[in-house]
């Protein structure tokens, strides 16, 4: 029913820059909180930002100052811009949703396929 397509991750050197993107689509009545989450080989899948539908956001503290989330409402699309990349960045970065569909009236979690982020020289 609702599909979240990533894209844009790569290989960056450290200090390096990404934009991520990630496209809802499918019978998308409403989207709620937008988030990226990552995850490292052997580590937990982590919270990096979050954006709620009236653009509040919040960052791990890892990330906080040179990451920035941001959200077009109109084409059902976050992004993630990624500064001052590290090697500890390094990781498959997962876009989350939470979507009201037009066919149920509660909202639920869908989760992208996720995009790899390397960071190294």
């Known amino acids: 029913q609702v599909q979240l397509v990533e894209s844009g991750g790569g290989l960056v050197q450290p200090g390096g820059s990404l934009r991520l993107s990630c496209v809802a689509s499918g019978t998308i009545f409403s989207i709620y909180g937008m988030n990226w989450y990552r995850q490292a080989p052997g580590k937990q899948r982590d919270l990096v930002a979050g954006?709620?539908?009236?653009?509040?956001?919040n960052y791990a503290d890892s990330v906080r100052g040179r990451f920035t989330i941001s959200r077009d409402n109109t084409n059902n699309t976050v992004y993630l811009q990624m500064n001052s990349l590290k090697p500890e960045d390094t990781a498959v970065y997962y876009c989350?949703?939470?979507?009201?569909?037009?066919?149920?009236?509660?909202?639920?979690?869908?989760w992208g396929q996720g995009t790899q982020v390397t960071v190294s020289s």
């Open positions: 954006i709620t539908r009236g653009d509040s956001t």
């Open positions: 989350n949703a939470a979507v009201r569909t037009k066919f149920v009236s509660a909202p639920r979690d869908y």
